[in-house]
Protein backbone atom coordinates (compact mmCIF):
# COMPACT_ATOMS: atom_id res chain seq x y z
CA UNK A 1 0.00 0.00 0.00
CA UNK A 2 1.29 3.66 -1.13
CA UNK A 3 2.03 5.51 2.22
CA UNK A 4 0.10 8.87 2.78
CA UNK A 5 0.48 12.12 1.77
CA UNK A 6 -0.84 13.15 5.39
CA UNK A 7 2.26 10.90 7.35
CA UNK A 8 3.70 13.04 9.63
CA UNK A 9 7.50 13.37 9.56
CA UNK A 10 9.75 11.46 11.62
CA UNK A 11 12.44 14.01 12.24
CA UNK A 12 14.68 14.62 9.44
CA UNK A 13 14.26 11.11 8.49
CA UNK A 14 13.32 10.37 4.95
CA UNK A 15 12.48 6.71 3.46
CA UNK A 16 13.25 7.49 -0.05
CA UNK A 17 17.26 7.13 -0.91
CA UNK A 18 17.11 6.92 -4.64
CA UNK A 19 14.88 8.82 -7.09
CA UNK A 20 14.11 7.02 -11.10
CA UNK A 21 14.47 9.89 -13.80
CA UNK A 22 12.09 9.20 -16.50
CA UNK A 23 14.18 11.38 -18.80
CA UNK A 24 13.02 12.32 -22.46
CA UNK A 25 11.67 9.22 -23.45
CA UNK A 26 10.93 5.89 -22.76
CA UNK A 27 11.55 5.14 -26.44
CA UNK A 28 14.96 3.23 -27.08
CA UNK A 29 15.78 3.69 -30.99
CA UNK A 30 14.95 7.60 -30.08
CA UNK A 31 17.36 7.25 -26.96
CA UNK A 32 19.99 6.15 -29.36
CA UNK A 33 19.14 8.92 -31.86
CA UNK A 34 19.49 11.74 -29.32
CA UNK A 35 22.33 10.56 -27.43
CA UNK A 36 25.00 11.72 -30.67
CA UNK A 37 22.87 14.91 -30.94
CA UNK A 38 23.13 16.14 -26.89
CA UNK A 39 26.87 15.02 -27.28
CA UNK A 40 27.38 16.91 -30.17
CA UNK A 41 25.43 20.15 -28.17
CA UNK A 42 27.58 19.54 -25.22
CA UNK A 43 30.85 19.64 -27.09
CA UNK A 44 30.01 22.24 -28.64
CA UNK A 45 29.10 24.29 -25.70
CA UNK A 46 32.62 23.55 -24.16
CA UNK A 47 34.70 24.23 -26.94
CA UNK A 48 32.85 27.43 -27.49
CA UNK A 49 32.40 28.64 -24.26
CA UNK A 50 35.99 27.93 -23.10
CA UNK A 51 37.51 29.25 -26.31
CA UNK A 52 35.74 32.17 -25.45
CA UNK A 53 37.41 32.63 -22.10
CA UNK A 54 40.50 31.69 -23.00
CA UNK A 55 40.35 34.51 -26.42
CA UNK A 56 39.63 37.40 -23.77
CA UNK A 57 42.07 36.28 -21.41
CA UNK A 58 45.44 35.75 -23.94
CA UNK A 59 44.01 39.32 -25.75
CA UNK A 60 45.08 42.34 -24.35
CA UNK A 61 42.45 44.13 -26.64
CA UNK A 62 39.71 42.20 -24.59
CA UNK A 63 40.45 43.03 -21.32
CA UNK A 64 37.25 45.50 -20.65
CA UNK A 65 34.94 45.10 -18.25
CA UNK A 66 32.34 44.52 -21.25
CA UNK A 67 34.39 41.24 -22.03
CA UNK A 68 35.54 40.53 -18.51
CA UNK A 69 31.85 40.10 -17.45
CA UNK A 70 31.30 38.16 -21.49
CA UNK A 71 33.71 35.42 -20.00
CA UNK A 72 31.79 35.14 -16.39
CA UNK A 73 29.01 34.26 -18.75
CA UNK A 74 30.88 31.67 -20.53
CA UNK A 75 31.84 30.26 -17.33
CA UNK A 76 28.27 30.38 -16.09
CA UNK A 77 26.86 28.70 -18.89
CA UNK A 78 30.03 25.92 -18.94
CA UNK A 79 29.16 25.21 -14.91
CA UNK A 80 25.26 24.98 -15.80
CA UNK A 81 25.17 22.85 -19.03
CA UNK A 82 27.79 20.63 -17.11
CA UNK A 83 25.52 20.16 -13.97
CA UNK A 84 23.13 18.49 -16.07
CA UNK A 85 24.14 17.11 -19.79
CA UNK A 86 26.58 14.16 -18.83
CA UNK A 87 23.96 12.78 -16.01
CA UNK A 88 21.58 13.49 -19.13
CA UNK A 89 24.14 11.96 -21.85
CA UNK A 90 24.40 8.60 -18.99
CA UNK A 91 20.87 8.21 -18.81
CA UNK A 92 20.21 7.91 -22.53
CA UNK A 93 22.29 4.67 -22.64
CA UNK A 94 20.98 3.28 -19.30
CA UNK A 95 18.18 1.29 -18.65
CA UNK A 96 17.52 2.40 -15.03
CA UNK A 97 17.64 6.10 -14.53
CA UNK A 98 18.23 6.26 -11.06
CA UNK A 99 19.59 9.22 -9.29
CA UNK A 100 21.04 8.94 -5.15
CA UNK A 101 19.29 11.55 -3.14
CA UNK A 102 21.90 13.45 -2.07
CA UNK A 103 23.01 13.30 -5.65
CA UNK A 104 19.86 14.47 -7.10
CA UNK A 105 20.27 17.28 -4.46
CA UNK A 106 23.72 18.56 -5.80
CA UNK A 107 21.98 18.56 -9.25
CA UNK A 108 19.36 21.19 -8.32
CA UNK A 109 21.74 23.02 -6.29
CA UNK A 110 24.90 23.72 -8.88
CA UNK A 111 21.86 24.32 -11.73
CA UNK A 112 20.27 26.48 -9.05
CA UNK A 113 23.42 28.38 -8.42
CA UNK A 114 24.18 29.19 -11.99
CA UNK A 115 20.93 30.05 -13.22
CA UNK A 116 20.37 32.56 -10.92
CA UNK A 117 23.90 33.29 -10.93
CA UNK A 118 23.00 34.06 -14.65
CA UNK A 119 20.05 36.35 -14.19
CA UNK A 120 22.23 38.72 -11.72
CA UNK A 121 25.25 38.91 -14.35
CA UNK A 122 22.93 39.53 -17.18
CA UNK A 123 21.67 42.54 -15.23
CA UNK A 124 25.27 43.85 -14.80
CA UNK A 125 25.77 43.48 -17.64
CA UNK A 126 22.68 45.71 -18.79
CA UNK A 127 24.11 48.20 -15.96
CA UNK A 128 27.53 47.90 -17.64
CA UNK A 129 26.28 48.64 -21.42
CA UNK A 130 23.93 52.03 -19.61
CA UNK A 131 26.91 53.34 -18.41
CA UNK A 132 29.14 52.70 -21.44
CA UNK A 133 26.30 54.93 -23.89
CA UNK A 134 24.88 57.31 -21.30
CA UNK A 135 28.21 58.37 -19.34
CA UNK A 136 31.04 57.26 -21.83
CA UNK A 137 33.53 59.81 -20.56
CA UNK A 138 33.09 58.77 -17.30
CA UNK A 139 32.66 55.01 -18.04
CA UNK A 140 36.60 54.24 -17.09
CA UNK A 141 36.45 56.13 -13.82
CA UNK A 142 33.03 54.06 -12.67
CA UNK A 143 33.45 50.11 -13.90
CA UNK A 144 36.79 50.52 -12.63
CA UNK A 145 38.46 46.44 -12.18
CA UNK A 146 37.72 46.44 -8.37
CA UNK A 147 34.06 47.37 -8.71
CA UNK A 148 33.80 44.76 -11.96
CA UNK A 149 34.70 42.31 -9.08
CA UNK A 150 32.38 43.09 -6.82
CA UNK A 151 29.40 43.06 -9.17
CA UNK A 152 30.80 39.37 -10.27
CA UNK A 153 30.74 38.63 -6.06
CA UNK A 154 27.50 39.87 -5.85
CA UNK A 155 25.97 37.60 -9.23
CA UNK A 156 27.69 34.59 -7.87
CA UNK A 157 26.82 35.34 -3.85
CA UNK A 158 23.35 35.91 -5.01
CA UNK A 159 22.98 32.45 -7.13
CA UNK A 160 25.02 30.69 -3.94
CA UNK A 161 23.19 31.73 -1.06
CA UNK A 162 19.46 32.03 -2.64
CA UNK A 163 19.86 27.98 -4.40
CA UNK A 164 21.13 26.85 -0.57
CA UNK A 165 18.05 28.07 0.57
CA UNK A 166 16.17 26.58 -2.07
CA UNK A 167 17.83 23.27 -1.80
CA UNK A 168 18.03 22.77 1.94
CA UNK A 169 14.42 23.66 2.71
CA UNK A 170 13.17 21.61 -0.60
CA UNK A 171 15.34 18.67 0.13
CA UNK A 172 14.41 18.80 3.88
CA UNK A 173 11.31 17.52 3.15
CA UNK A 174 9.87 14.28 4.17
CA UNK A 175 9.82 11.79 0.86
CA UNK A 176 8.52 8.15 1.78
CA UNK A 177 7.66 7.32 -1.81
CA UNK A 178 6.35 7.52 -4.77
CA UNK A 179 10.26 8.33 -5.98
CA UNK A 180 9.83 8.80 -9.92
CA UNK A 181 10.89 12.07 -11.46
CA UNK A 182 8.90 12.87 -14.63
CA UNK A 183 11.91 14.66 -15.99
CA UNK A 184 15.23 14.35 -16.67
CA UNK A 185 17.17 16.40 -14.29
CA UNK A 186 16.04 16.62 -10.77
CA UNK A 187 13.94 19.86 -10.94
CA UNK A 188 12.14 21.08 -8.01
CA UNK A 189 8.29 21.14 -9.24
CA UNK A 190 8.81 17.29 -9.97
CA UNK A 191 10.87 16.75 -6.79
CA UNK A 192 8.32 18.60 -4.15
CA UNK A 193 5.41 16.74 -5.82
CA UNK A 194 7.16 13.76 -4.37
CA UNK A 195 6.85 15.06 -0.65
CA UNK A 196 4.70 13.45 1.75
CA UNK A 197 5.00 16.46 4.19
CA UNK A 198 3.49 20.04 3.46
CA UNK A 199 5.01 21.65 0.76
CA UNK A 200 3.67 25.24 1.17
CA UNK A 201 7.22 26.46 2.96
CA UNK A 202 9.31 25.66 -0.19
CA UNK A 203 6.96 26.56 -2.60
CA UNK A 204 7.13 30.28 -0.82
CA UNK A 205 11.02 30.12 -0.37
CA UNK A 206 11.41 29.51 -4.44
CA UNK A 207 8.25 32.22 -5.09
CA UNK A 208 10.52 34.27 -3.04
CA UNK A 209 13.53 33.83 -4.76
CA UNK A 210 11.98 33.78 -7.94
CA UNK A 211 10.51 37.16 -7.45
CA UNK A 212 13.11 38.97 -5.61
CA UNK A 213 16.30 37.42 -8.42
CA UNK A 214 14.83 36.60 -11.48
CA UNK A 215 12.08 39.40 -11.85
CA UNK A 216 14.23 41.72 -9.97
CA UNK A 217 17.37 41.11 -12.59
CA UNK A 218 14.70 42.16 -14.76
CA UNK A 219 13.72 44.51 -13.84
CA UNK A 220 17.13 46.05 -13.46
CA UNK A 221 17.72 44.95 -17.56
CA UNK A 222 14.30 46.63 -18.78
CA UNK A 223 15.05 50.00 -16.50
CA UNK A 224 18.82 50.08 -18.22
CA UNK A 225 17.50 49.36 -21.13
CA UNK A 226 15.23 52.21 -20.78
CA UNK A 227 17.62 54.64 -19.82
CA UNK A 228 19.98 53.09 -22.86
CA UNK A 229 17.00 54.17 -25.89
CA UNK A 230 16.71 57.38 -24.24
CA UNK A 231 20.52 57.97 -24.23
CA UNK A 232 20.29 56.70 -27.67
CA UNK A 233 17.63 59.15 -28.69
CA UNK A 234 19.49 62.05 -28.01
CA UNK A 235 22.43 61.26 -30.26
CA UNK A 236 22.35 63.79 -33.23
CA UNK A 237 24.20 61.25 -35.23
CA UNK A 238 22.92 58.18 -37.34
CA UNK A 239 25.99 56.74 -37.25
CA UNK A 240 26.62 57.39 -33.07
CA UNK A 241 22.95 55.85 -33.04
CA UNK A 242 24.09 52.62 -35.18
CA UNK A 243 27.03 51.65 -33.16
CA UNK A 244 25.62 52.40 -29.27
CA UNK A 245 22.55 50.10 -30.52
CA UNK A 246 25.01 47.33 -32.10
CA UNK A 247 26.52 47.00 -28.72
CA UNK A 248 23.53 46.12 -27.04
CA UNK A 249 22.12 43.71 -29.72
CA UNK A 250 23.55 40.44 -28.86
CA UNK A 251 23.39 41.17 -24.75
CA UNK A 252 19.39 42.01 -26.05
CA UNK A 253 19.47 38.54 -27.91
CA UNK A 254 20.92 36.94 -24.71
CA UNK A 255 18.61 38.37 -22.06
CA UNK A 256 15.30 37.57 -24.48
CA UNK A 257 16.35 34.12 -25.33
CA UNK A 258 16.95 33.26 -21.69
CA UNK A 259 14.57 34.79 -19.98
CA UNK A 260 11.76 34.02 -22.76
CA UNK A 261 12.92 30.37 -22.49
CA UNK A 262 12.73 30.01 -18.91
CA UNK A 263 9.49 32.33 -18.67
CA UNK A 264 8.05 29.43 -21.05
CA UNK A 265 8.98 26.56 -18.91
CA UNK A 266 8.15 27.94 -15.41
CA UNK A 267 5.13 30.15 -15.67
CA UNK A 268 2.80 26.93 -16.05
CA UNK A 269 3.32 24.57 -13.32
CA UNK A 270 0.26 22.68 -14.61
CA UNK A 271 2.26 21.25 -17.23
CA UNK A 272 5.52 20.40 -15.49
CA UNK A 273 4.83 16.84 -16.71
CA UNK A 274 4.23 17.41 -20.06
CA UNK A 275 6.34 16.59 -23.19
CA UNK A 276 6.04 20.47 -24.19
CA UNK A 277 7.72 21.29 -20.94
CA UNK A 278 10.23 18.32 -21.32
CA UNK A 279 11.11 20.23 -24.86
CA UNK A 280 10.85 23.69 -23.48
CA UNK A 281 13.87 22.83 -20.53
CA UNK A 282 15.85 21.03 -23.29
CA UNK A 283 15.97 24.57 -24.66
CA UNK A 284 16.36 26.32 -21.96
CA UNK A 285 19.07 23.84 -20.10
CA UNK A 286 21.05 22.79 -23.08
CA UNK A 287 20.76 24.54 -25.99
CA UNK A 288 20.87 28.55 -24.02
CA UNK A 289 24.11 27.60 -22.91
CA UNK A 290 25.92 26.66 -26.64
CA UNK A 291 23.92 29.86 -27.46
CA UNK A 292 25.37 32.44 -25.85
CA UNK A 293 28.58 32.53 -27.35
CA UNK A 294 27.64 32.14 -30.55
CA UNK A 295 25.62 35.09 -30.39
CA UNK A 296 28.05 37.36 -28.58
CA UNK A 297 30.86 36.02 -31.16
CA UNK A 298 29.07 36.42 -34.64
CA UNK A 299 27.87 40.27 -34.45
CA UNK A 300 31.31 41.29 -32.47
CA UNK A 301 34.24 42.91 -34.38
CA UNK A 302 36.44 42.54 -31.71
CA UNK A 303 36.27 39.09 -30.83
CA UNK A 304 36.76 38.08 -34.73
CA UNK A 305 39.81 40.29 -35.00
CA UNK A 306 41.08 38.59 -31.68
CA UNK A 307 39.94 35.49 -33.04
CA UNK A 308 42.24 36.01 -36.29
CA UNK A 309 44.95 37.32 -34.80
CA UNK A 310 45.13 34.22 -32.62
CA UNK A 311 44.99 32.29 -35.58
CA UNK A 312 47.51 33.63 -38.06
CA UNK A 313 49.74 33.28 -34.88
CA UNK A 314 49.13 29.80 -34.07
CA UNK A 315 49.72 28.83 -37.91
CA UNK A 316 53.12 30.47 -37.80
CA UNK A 317 53.90 29.35 -34.94
CA UNK A 318 53.17 25.44 -36.34
CA UNK A 319 54.37 26.48 -39.76
CA UNK A 320 58.33 27.02 -38.23
CA UNK A 321 60.59 24.52 -38.47
CA UNK A 322 61.27 24.33 -34.64
CA UNK A 323 57.72 23.04 -33.68
CA UNK A 324 58.32 20.08 -35.71
CA UNK A 325 61.54 19.61 -34.70
CA UNK A 326 60.60 19.81 -31.09
CA UNK A 327 57.70 17.57 -32.15
CA UNK A 328 59.62 14.88 -33.56
CA UNK A 329 62.05 15.08 -30.41
CA UNK A 330 59.55 14.37 -28.06
CA UNK A 331 58.11 11.20 -29.96
CA UNK A 332 61.39 10.39 -30.61
CA UNK A 333 61.67 10.66 -26.47
CA UNK A 334 58.72 8.56 -26.39
CA UNK A 335 59.44 5.63 -28.21
CA UNK A 336 62.70 5.16 -26.54
CA UNK A 337 61.13 4.77 -23.15
CA UNK A 338 58.32 2.84 -24.46
CA UNK A 339 60.75 0.08 -25.82
CA UNK A 340 62.74 0.22 -22.32
Request: hydrophobic residues 50%; contains cysteine; positive net charge.
Amino acid sequence: MAPSRSMEEDGNHTSVAMFILLGLSDEKELQLILFPVFLGIYLVTLIWNLGLIILIRINSNLHTPMYFFLSSLSFIDLCYSSSISPRMLSDLLRAEKTISFFACATQYFVADWMGLAECCLLATMAYDRYVAIGSPLQYSAIMVPGRCWKLIAVAYGTGFLSSLVETVSCFHAYYCGPNIIQHFFCDIPQVISLSCSNPFICQMIVFLVAISVGLGSLLVILLSYGFIAASILKLSSVKGSSKAFNTCASHLAAVTLSYGTALSVYMHPGSSHSVKHKVLSVFYLIFVPMLNPLIYSLRNKDIKEALKMVTKTLHRYLSTNNFWTAFIITIRKTEVRIVK
